[in-house]
């Protein structure tokens, strides 16, 4: 658990600093349990900075929204950095971004966040659906102790936890300027719920699993926004020559998008889960992403987001390559 | 397209398997299977590319939507591509999407990769005849069929 106040000190200290252009952090929502990010561009804005187990979103997405606009005559490049602040899971979307080069480790300054697990907002707005606030949240020894209305409510951790959680492989922040409060120790990963059970089907029920859920599509692409790591400016879903996805939402092109996605995110996914959050069908999307990390890791023993001088995945190779599936 | 539905259709079944094979090595190779007069299976539609690194995973997926029953990938043998590494990098490429293939319901087996030299005219034939042979066993690709034409 974070010290409330050692975050707000310290995203004063970093703003404060005359080369931080402005903090990116969190905030309580509006409603019920909602978190909303939130921009310190100056010491009285750090006051409202939190920190607690619903601090789910991933934040690395923001410093990438930043506009460049063109400079008028004789004005200088605003140089500033941006401070953020980012549990375990952020700063591997960070790393992954540095290692290809979308934004300079220099133009951050990182405050790290060591990070128990985050709590799955589906989860705990089904437990609690009517309502509106809460005043504290906090998580002591296996429980998340919620205060509602003055009454505290004690619940087991493994029931809120966000399905992701269970297996982070950096609890700690793997790169940080400023560290906030004690490192934790990492848990025994499990492997993410469903996987082993979808693997022992054969090719037919997967199918018939998948369809029903790829039917389901909107194509709203909210899976794609809310991604850090799809930051493309301009993304292949979205071109019309050659048009790789037609318009048309049905379960071709959704499939064809589906599948599009998750290669896209192939040694490069981060595992924070936001697809899977924002997604208004509930597309178990976090399993496409764990099926490939884990290819990934068995196959060519690389995890993303883990060191920032290492090459992509698929821009290098090894000659020692598995290639048993060529012929 | 082939619709078949019926038994004695599935019989009949003709795949429809389009290869993407690099400029240098495979399809030169099929190139000498031709001159060689061997006979080998008439299913398989050719595409050339310049490099098997050119074939975009997208490009896959595309074809089994749009009536491609299967989809085979010829590059050079490893350390001869002309372009040093590009069918490498492809062999990393297609290893992952054919387990996500596989793990979304799609038969695997539908991608296949090749490594086929210029010399190889006889492997050519043998590679594109197992494929057939496997791709009318497996049956036709009717599930993620692109149904609007426009």
């Known amino acids: 658990m974070v010290d409330q106040q050692l975050l707000i000190d310290e995203v004063k200290k970093v703003v404060s600093r005359d080369d931080v252009k402005y903090v990116i952090g969190y905030k309580k929502g509006t409603t019920g349990f909602t978190i909303s990010p939130a921009f310190a561009y100056s010491t009285e804005y750090a006051d409202k900075f939190i920190f607690n187990p619903l601090c789910k979103k991933n934040l690395a997405a923001y410093p990438l929204l930043e506009d460049k606009l063109p400079l008028k005559r004789e004005e200088k490049e605003d140089k500033r950095k941006i401070g953020i602040v980012a549990k375990g899971c952020d700063t591997r979307a960070l790393v992954q971004i540095i290692q290809e080069k979308g934004l300079n480790r220099e133009d951050l300054v990182i405050i790290g966040i060591p990070c128990s697990g985050v709590i799955d907002y589906k989860k705990i707005t089904a437990m609690f659906p009517n309502e509106t606030a809460y005043s504290t949240i906090e998580e002591e020894q296996g429980f998340y102790k919620i205060t509602i209305n003055g009454k505290v409510h004690e619940i087991a951790k493994e029931e809120l936890l966000a399905d992701h959680c269970t297996s982070c492989i950096a609890p700690n922040p793997v790169i940080y300027d400023v560290l906030i409060g004690e490192e934790v120790e990492p848990w025994d990963l499990e492997e993410h719920k469903n996987l082993d059970v979808l693997e022992e089907k054969d090719v037919g029920e997967r199918w018939e699993y998948w369809k029903e859920h790829f039917d389901r599509c909107i194509r709203c692409y909210a899976c794609r926004e809310a991604c850090p790591l799809c930051y493309c400016k301009e993304c292949m879903a979205d071109l019309l020559n050659p048009q790789w996805i037609r318009r048309s939402v049905n379960l071709s092109e959704n499939t064809a998008w589906n599948i599009m996605r998750a290669y896209h995110l192939a040694g490069r996914c981060v595992g924070c889960g936001e697809c899977e959050s924002v997604c208004p069908v509930n597309i178990p999307l976090m399993e496409l992403n764990k099926e490939i990390e884990k290819d990934v890791k068995n196959i060519f023993e690389y995890s993303a987001g883990m060191d920032s001088e290492e090459k992509p995945l698929f821009g290098t190779f090894r000659p020692d390559d598995p290639e048993e599936f060529i012929m | ?150």
């Open chain 2, 1 to 150: 397209m082939t619709a078949t539905e019926t038994n004695s259709e599935m019989e009949e079944f003709e795949p429809n398997i389009i290869g993407f094979l690099c400029n240098w090595c495979s399809y030169a190779g099929a190139d000498l299977a031709g001159t060689s007069r061997i006979q080998y299976p008439p299913n398989i539609k050719i595409i050339k590319v310049m490099c098997s690194g050119r074939v975009n995973p997208m490009y896959v997926v595309n074809a089994l939507q749009q009536g491609a029953d299967g989809v085979l990938i010829g590059g050079c043998h490893p350390g001869d591509c002309h372009y040093q590494h590009g069918n490498l990098l492809a062999r990393r490429r297609m290893a992952i999407l054919k387990n996500l293939l596989e793990f979304i319901g799609i038969d695997s087996r539908r991608v296949r990769m090749t490594w086929v030299s210029a010399a190889e005219g006889r492997k050519f034939a043998e590679v594109i005849k197992e494929v057939t042979e496997e791709i009318k066993k497996i049956g036709p690709m009717k599930d993620i069929q692109r149904v609007n034409e426009w």
